[in-house]
């Protein structure tokens, strides 16, 4: 599905608050675009009417004016059934009022000279007695119009407060949706990270998956706040002031419509260059948050071997290539934005001085003040909305682009998180003829078969990259095997989910992964079915209540992100308190011991030999000394078994696990 429809899928999901925005949008540019059209009133009838035909009346009426004891109205003022009789005129000639006792036949340039008013058009001219109007005489032939310039003003100011009252309230439900619209995104995308793969996490950084939840996602809430409430409006207002100019004048509208095509053109000119550029700066925008978590992570690493100048210049590549693109941008920007509301607002009142002028050449395409105002005011205002829309295209595309990004992540394939299952299971492991590969290359695993019974131990043991990791991985479903099977009490664990198969499962890492919260928040991880005393009995039982008993808030003591408050023996003894508390059938310890000093091994030793009974425990590790009363080991080179017992068996086999056993001993290393 194209991104457009899936970012209108989504703004779907509240539509009735987007349509409530929308009305409100519709009200207050309606409001707001009858301003011209009252001033075209107040010029046409109120301001310049006083040049329109006067009639003498014989009595005082509401609109009629007292000039020289006589009485007169304007002819629009009239009543239509009454009769008319002597005809007179007011004309403004540069900033002074002339009375014309008589009728006027012509309409043209007009010059006084000697109390004479002459009117010319073109070879025509006509004069005519003129008397001139003092400042008193002129305000009372517009005095019957103060009370309709004020209604109008009052109106006009109304209108204004009205039009403010629904732009705020259709600015606040579309930040709203807005706002609504990318929570939900959000959640989803988050949602689906939880099911995918590990495999997933293999080969994306993290830093890029952050950039596309936070930065993206962000980009993707301009479009719906600032972008969509911008195309809208503008629009809406755009729509409005093309109607008031077709009911103005129909052919120069016409001729106005010339920039909507020029609009689209423009849009379209400028998406294809911007496209690529966009690409570019939110890939190397996703670069930059990886490097800079990376860095972070391994801060340690970098100071203790000074390589802060070679990853500065690292990141200096990153943010360079960044700013290469952010120019590109800046140029295409300023080349196709601007110059365009340039270009049609120049082009617009050409048409408008060209119509208007040639109009004026004849007599009877002369127009009113009022109507040319109103011209003005429409066009003038048109150029706003053209100018936010053109505004609008870098973060428009900007949308899309991040928008692609996180469709991608939402449409990674992951695993549907199933019901708990309340099945019990005895903990009895066999793999049968295992291969496994990781990716394309050669098999990590190699026709591997063994059998765990339930509260055997199973130790693990091999020079780096033999496979032990990965036969944990293929037990817990992170990888799935190539060939061969794996049952659990006899059962597939391909027949069943991958949630159900790790709700039997604990697991201890060699680097123990702590949350931000609290000693008990990272025993239970939010699990509400364990309860504080469970959480308790399981510090116990691993010997971490010797050192919990010092400290100020004991289980509620705050812990920071990965435990960097805790030492390296009190984070995996929290570990192994985790997964006793979810009392697993099958414990694994991924070289839970190979980071702890003696004293603290000595304690986890202790608790081992409670929690593994009745429990099928794996054990991976470099120390011998950890496993030596091990039901099983299980010596593995290159992804095969190579040697397979107890350990007094496989030192009176004189193998590889006897070489190492003894290369311990000669190290003085503490084998037991």
């Not at 995918?196 to 996602?217: E, M, Q, W, Y």
């Not at 962000?218 to 409005?240: N, P, Q, W």
């Not at 394939?413 to 050669?442: A, I, L």
């Not at 037990?475 to 099977?485: N, S």
């Amino acid at each position: 599905m194209k991104t457009g429809k899936r970012l209108i899928q989504y703004s779907l999901f509240y539509k009735k608050i987007l349509i409530c925005a929308l009305l409100m949008l519709i009200v207050a540019v309606s409001a707001e675009l009858t301003g011209p059209f009252i001033a075209k009133k107040m010029i046409d009838e109120h301001i310049l009417g006083i040049e329109k035909t006067w009639y003498e009346v014989p009595e005082k009426s509401k609109y009629s004016v007292s000039y020289k004891g006589r009485e007169y109205i304007r002819e629009d003022r009239m009543s239509s059934s009454g009769p008319k009789r002597k005809q007179v005129h007011v004309f403004q000639v540069g900033m002074t009022y002339y009375f014309v006792n008589e009728g006027i036949q012509l309409a043209g340039e007009r010059t006084v000279t000697d109390g004479k008013l002459r009117i010319q058009s073109g070879t025509k001219s006509m004069t005519y007695p003129s008397v001139r109007l003092s400042p008193a005489e002129v305000y009372s032939f517009y005095e019957p119009e103060v009370g309709g310039i004020v209604s109008l003003v009052l109106l006009y100011f109304g209108l204004l407060i009205f039009s403010i009252f629904f732009h705020y309230g259709q600015v606040y439900l579309l930040q709203k949706s807005a706002n609504r619209i990318i929570q939900k995104m959000r959640k989803d995308v988050f949602a689906n990270i939880q099911k995918l793969p590990i495999s997933f996490f293999d080969h994306l950084p993290a830093g890029k998956i952050v950039a596309r939840v936070t930065n993206d996602t962000e980009a993707i809430r301009d479009l719906y706040v600032t972008v969509l409430s911008t195309f809208v409006s503008k629009i809406i207002y755009m729509v409005g002031i093309f109607i008031a100019l077709f009911i103005l004048d129909v052919r120069l509208a016409t001729v106005c419509l010339v920039v909507i095509p020029l609009i689209v053109i423009w849009s379209v000119v400028y998406r294809r260059f911007a496209s690529g550029y966009n690409h570019k700066l939110r890939s190397i925008n996703s670069d930059i948050n990886a490097k800079v978590n990376e860095s972070i992570q391994g801060m340690t690493i970098i100071q203790a071997f000074r390589r802060q100048k070679e990853t500065m210049r690292d990141f200096e590549q990153l943010n360079n290539s960044h700013f290469h693109y952010q120019n590109k941008m800046l140029s295409l920007n300023c080349l196709l934005s601007h110059n365009l509301v340039n270009f049609l607002r120049n082009g617009m009142f050409v048409a408008l001085i060209w119509y208007f002028g040639g109009a004026a050449l004849h007599a009877e395409g002369v127009i009113s003040i009022g109507v040319l105002y109103a011209f003005v005011d429409y066009l003038t205002r048109l150029i706003e909305p053209i100018n936010g829309i053109v505004s609008q295209f870098a973060k428009l595309e900007l949308a899309r682009v991040s928008a692609e990004r996180v469709f991608q992540l939402l449409d990674e394939p992951g695993v549907e998180v199933t019901e708990k299952s309340t099945e019990k299971v005895k903990g009895h492991v066999m793999f049968e003829n295992v291969s496994f590969r990781y990716d394309q290359g050669h098999d990590v695993l190699k026709n591997i078969s063994f059998e765990a019974k339930p509260g055997e131990t199973i130790a693990l043991v091999g020079h780096t990259g033999s496979g032990k990791s990965s036969i944990l991985n293929v037990l817990f479903r992170f990888y799935d095997i190539r060939k061969g099977d794996v049952k659990i009490d006899g059962k597939s664990i391909y027949d069943v989910s991958q949630q159900q198969i790790r709700q039997y499962l604990g697991i201890v890492l060699q680097d123990p992964f702590l949350f931000t919260g609290t000693i008990a928040s990272n025993v239970s991880l939010g699990n509400e079915e364990i309860s504080r005393e469970k959480i308790e009995d399981a510090l116990k039982q691993v010997g971490a209540d010797q050192w919990l008993t010092q400290l100020r808030k004991g289980l509620d003591e705050p812990v920071i992100e990965k435990g960097g408050t805790l030492s390296s023996g009190q984070r995996q003894l929290i570990s192994f308190a985790r997964a006793l508390a979810y009392d697993p059938a099958i414990l694994i310890l991924d070289e839970a011991t190979a980071n702890i000093d003696s004293e603290t091994e000595a304690i986890i030793q202790k608790a081992l030999d409670v929690v593994k009974k009745g429990r099928t425990t794996f054990i991976i590790a470099h120390r011998l000394s950890t496993i030596r009363n091990a039901n099983q080991i299980l010596v593995l080179d290159n992804g095969n078994i190579i040697e397979q017992g107890n350990h007094e068996q496989l030192i009176k086999q004189k193998g590889q696990y006897y070489q190492m056993y003894e290369l311990q001993k000669g190290e003085g290393i503490c084998v037991g």
